[in-house]
């Protein structure tokens, strides 16, 4: 198993529990909805969508039809549950594919809405993410990108462990400005609690020592080192010092 193939089982199985794959409790979700105010028959595009729940929300709320994307099977076959079991006979309001972005998403400036939120790394990082979805929403439509930020400045430790991850990211005004430069226009932003995003890593750190005790696993002892390293820095780095946000902005007409 690769290092990346290992990473993404890990995933797999901290997120079995958590239909929002992000620190957000459900209020906060819906807060975030009803602020957007899509047309009627409007179209919306989720780029790493995982189990669809901010895209399902989406059409539970407003009559639009919207597209999820994300390379994660398991995640795209949860969201199509769950659009099922949400949505009922509007459940094909929500198509979701198992696959990789690419720039066929972006080109047309389709979409009312076009977000991403955690996975901008799989479009380049944030700066990329932000022009590729800017592409994607049509003159005067909606722009959100979910992403994190420093709370403060980070120590060393964090620094090194980031890469060039920790180059990348920006303070909370610096995440507007970025957008500013892009051409986008500021709308409204949720950021995550601090119990939120406690709740968040608890439940997926839950799931890999409940899995570990329940399952005949080879992989189990390496997947509770992994997950118990994870839980150390986030409690002794990230806690207090990385924040998350999504940030909505608009494209202008002109």
Same mark, same amino acid.
């Given at each position: ?67 999820? %994307? ?104 610096? %995440? ?33 020592? &409940? ?16 997950? &118990? ?20 902005? &608009? &494209?202008?007409?002109?």
């Amino acid at each position: 198993m690769t290092s990346s193939d290992f990473r993404r089982k890990l995933s797999y199985i901290g997120h079995s529990e958590l239909a929002i794959l992000s620190p957000f409790a459900p209020s906060s979700v819906d807060r975030f909805v009803a602020a957007l105010r899509l047309p009627e028959g409007g179209r919306a595009l989720d780029v790493g969508c995982g189990k669809g729940e901010w895209l399902i929300r989406i059409a539970q709320r407003y009559a639009v039809t919207g597209l999820g %994307v994300d390379r994660a099977a398991p995640f795209i076959e949860a969201a199509r549950t769950r659009a099922r079991d949400c949505l009922g006979e509007r459940a094909a309001a929500c198509e979701f594919r198992c696959e990789a972005s690419s720039d066929q998403l972006f080109e047309d400036a389709a979409y009312d809405l076009a977000f991403c939120i955690g996975a901008t790394s799989a479009l380049g990082g944030f700066d990329a993410a932000l022009a590729a979805l800017a592409r994607a929403a049509k003159p005067d439509g909606l722009v959100a990108i979910g992403e994190g930020f420093w709370e403060r400045p980070p120590a060393a430790e964090l620094h090194e462990a980031l890469g060039e991850a920790a180059d990348g990211m920006y303070d909370y005004a610096g %995440v507007i400005a970025a957008a500013a430069s892009h051409g986008l226009v500021p709308q409204y932003a949720i950021t995550s609690s601090q119990g939120e995003w406690d709740e968040y890593e608890w439940s997926y750190r839950s799931a890999i020592e &409940r899995y570990a005790r329940e399952v005949s696993d080879p992989d189990a002892p390496a997947l509770l080192e992994a997950s &118990r390293a994870d839980l150390d820095r986030y409690l002794r780095l990230f806690r207090g010092t990385v924040g998350f946000g999504v940030f909505l902005f &608009r &494209r202008p007409a002109q």
